[in-house]
């Protein structure tokens, strides 16, 4: 049965004389580039609407269209196992082998050699594509907050990222280019690939394996756009373009600062016509807002975009991420009754910083635990381009303290005045267990004769202790220095 006839989208010539933001971004503008893309209202010979969101989809096809399917169908069956899963990403999904097809095919519209050559060098990058980085994801989620949450009315995965609470500096603390990149494949491969198979589970005939992307825009300044933030972008959209192309059904641009229009421009240049085509921009966020309820259940929209749907968080375990820059501030972590506190500190700088762990609450504010990070400065490439850097240490502090109570995080340069300003990661994990919930002494207990408790740490030895009374220390153990720890 031949698919019926369907009007192709405008030219390339056409999407490229699409305007670009304006400068100006403060006003209430609602900037489109979508605007060359949208429906007709006319209807085609077959009755069908001149709708470019369905074009090149199954059902929507030209016969040549449909020709140059049955090509590529016939190709990619040929191929060896490696090639097969380079181009059925989704499969797992349930993603049916033509819709995936096609999304080759509208990437390179309908240019079977073109596709052929792009599945070539798909497979190339899938061998070399790096493995996902060791640093925990909740780290990584703290500094660089992006996530999947909801589905449109579609059944489309809603993907939001805020580049304005992105923390570049803190980033660079615990991960290299080539970790960035495989923290970006894992997303791809793990966490888009879980929220398009609840799609398919709760809409059978759901078939348009995209998502719809909001990019939070709110809190961006002039120095979070820098070259660094522009390589990581252009790295991830070569990645998506190549490897996972058609995946982006809509992109909503909320609260842009007016220094964003000329990084746009920038931006732009990597993306693929179509791909712009398919964003909005709001410079004003009730506007964008609106717009998003119209594409959103009120459950599946988010609470802080006027929903009621909240992120799902683990009672087990927290995670605060603070950067400190040596010799300016401190940080404070505060625990409850019931939770424990572990610390390890990141960093790629190549100066000495000594940090100490001290209780707000207790008298003397003696440390209760001291530590020395060094890095050694061994060269790392980084696995995506020949840049060669020093690569990034984790060292665990080696306590494990308990609620309730607030410890707070100091650090000092430890060799010469030259450490002073730089930075490292300060990663405070709490956890909550149904041991540590039953009722037990606190840290610091409310009696007149405070005794400070502190669990075993991970290296075998007990950190400072102080009776508290009069100021004396009762114990003194070893302060703790690199990552075995060392006496002083």
Not at 116 to 143: W, Y
Not at 212 to 239: P, T, Y
Request: glycine share 8%.
């Amino acid at each position: 049965m031949s698919s019926p006839a369907y009007e192709s989208p405008p030219s390339q010539n056409s999407l490229k004389s699409i305007k670009s933001p304006q400068t100006d971004l403060s006003s209430s503008t609602t900037v489109s580039f979508r605007s060359s893309l949208s429906p007709d209202s006319r209807r085609s010979s077959s009755g069908l609407k001149n709708d470019a969101h369905k074009w090149g989809h199954s059902g929507y096809l030209t016969p040549k269209e449909t020709t140059a399917l049955g090509k590529l169908r016939l190709h990619v069956s040929s191929l060896p196992q490696s090639y097969q899963s380079t181009v059925f990403t989704f499969k797992d999904a349930g993603e049916g082998e033509d819709d995936c097809l096609l999304r080759w095919l509208r990437a390179r519209r309908f240019k079977v050699k073109d596709v052929q050559e792009m599945i070539e060098s798909a497979h190339s990058l899938r061998q070399v594509k790096p493995p996902p980085p060791q640093t925990p994801a909740a780290i990584v989620q703290k500094l660089n907050p992006q996530y999947y949450l909801g589905h449109t009315k579609s059944g489309n995965p809603i993907f939001i990222s805020k580049p304005g609470k992105t923390d570049v500096y803190g980033l660079e603390c615990c991960l290299n280019m080539e970790g960035v990149m495989g923290n970006h494949w894992e997303a791809m491969e793990e966490g888009f690939t879980q929220e398009l198979l609840k799609s398919k589970n709760k809409h059978s005939a759901f078939d348009d394996y995209s998502c719809l992307c909001v990019l939070d825009l709110h809190g961006l300044n002039s120095s979070q756009l820098n070259k660094k933030m522009l390589r990581v972008v252009k790295e991830q959209a070569s990645i998506d373009n190549l490897c996972y192309p058609e995946t982006m059904n809509l992109m909503i641009l909320l609260s842009p600062p007016p220094t964003f229009a000329i990084f746009y421009r920038l931006i732009r240049a990597f993306l693929p016509s179509r791909t712009v085509s398919k964003i909005e921009l709001y410079a004003n966020r009730s506007k964008g807002l609106k717009r998003l309820s119209e594409l959103i259940d009120e459950e599946e929209l988010s609470v802080e975009y006027g929903g009621t749907k909240e992120a799902e968080n683990s009672d087990e375990e927290r995670v605060i991420v603070e950067r400190l820059r040596l010799g300016k501030g401190f940080v404070d972590l505060a625990v409850s009754q019931g939770e424990s506190l572990t610390v390890k500190i990141y960093t790629k700088t190549q100066s000495t910083g000594v940090f100490v762990i001290k209780s707000t609450s207790s008298e003397g504010n003696e440390p209760l635990g001291t530590l020395e990070v060094t890095n050694d400065g061994n060269p790392d490439n980084d696995g995506v381009t020949d840049e060669v850097h020093i690569k990034h240490i984790e060292i665990d502090f080696g306590l494990t303290l308990k609620g309730p109570g607030t410890f707070r995080v100091e650090g000092k340069a430890g060799s010469s005045m030259f450490g002073a300003g730089h930075d490292f990661l300060i990663v405070g994990t709490i956890t909550s267990t149904e041991e540590l919930k039953k009722p037990s002494k606190p840290l610091v207990s409310p009696s007149s004769s405070p005794e400070i408790e502190i669990i075993k740490t991970s290296y075998g030895r007990d950190a400072n202790l102080r009776d508290g009374t009069d100021g004396s220390k009762k114990k003194k153990r070893g302060s703790f220095f690199g990552r075995g720890g060392k006496k002083s």
